[in-house]
């Protein structure tokens, strides 16, 4: 069974500051990874997916993953926050080519003048 | 191009009782897929539809079910309510399967209390 672990329930940045979201996975078989991210009040929306190309995957809003399997890491990073960005993070991971997501605990990225 | 559209937003229920969910998608989309999103359990995947058929499902009872339609709206279903139901209910549409899709889109979700 996959599983995913986000380091951090809480991250907090200043603005302009790098922007690093930790995400661990735990699978058996090659992963499909995702980022997704939750405004205040707001649905979900889709940052960035890996499904096996790729191991840099570069996403909306400026946000990149890079899949690491050494590691079995997809860390979310930018390189400069804005006050926008500020908002529940969410790392997934699916295997076997279905798309069956097992979702972290999501990360709550602040960010702070 | 009009978004996912989630019909009731907001629902109280009682235990016992059942509920149907709708989600609209975007014109064009066949996938749909539904999430629940709890304080304590956090974001799970319940299932997938493509083109009237469910082509994948999360680890939920089968007091959860659903429905997709030839014009792709979708419905799901929660019989004999439990407390523990209450949750955000999430749709989303893809144009292709969610596994393949270039991205997805979210409804705003529906909001269901069970008392």
């Known amino acids: 069974a996959q599983s995913v672990t986000q380091l951090g329930s809480h991250v907090s940045v200043s603005e302009g500051a790098l922007v690093l979201l930790r995400c661990n996975y735990s699978s058996s078989v090659p992963p499909y990874l995702f980022w997704y991210v939750q405004y205040p009040n707001q649905g979900l929306q889709l940052l960035l997916k890996?499904?096996?190309?790729?191991?840099l995957v570069k996403g909306i809003n400026g946000f990149e993953a890079e899949f690491k399997k050494s590691e079995t890491s997809f860390h979310l990073t930018k390189p400069s926050a804005h006050m926008s960005d500020a908002a529940e993070y969410f790392c997934?991971?699916?295997?076997?080519?279905?798309?069956?997501?097992?979702f972290g605990r999501g990360t709550s990225l602040i960010v702070h003048p | 191009k009009a978004g996912v559209t989630q019909t009731p937003r907001y629902l109280i229920k009682t235990r016992g009782q059942q509920v149907t969910l709708s989600c609209s998608p975007i014109?064009?989309?066949?996938?749909v897929s539904w999430y629940q999103q709890t304080p304590g359990q956090g974001l799970q995947f319940l299932f997938e539809?493509?083109?009237?058929?469910?082509?994948n499902k999360g680890n939920f009872p089968g007091r959860f079910s659903g429905r997709q339609f030839s014009n792709s709206r979708s419905e799901m279903n929660v019989s004999t309510l439990e407390l523990g139901d209450s949750a955000l209910y999430l749709c989303a549409s893809s144009a292709v399967t969610s596994g393949d899709q270039e991205t997805q889109y979210f409804g705003p979700g529906t909001r269901l209390l069970v008392l």
């Open positions: 014109s064009g989309h066949r996938s």
């Open positions: 539809y493509f083109s009237e058929t469910q082509i």
């Open positions: 997934a991971v699916s295997v076997g080519g279905s798309y069956i997501p097992t």
């Open positions: 890996y499904t096996s190309a790729a191991t």
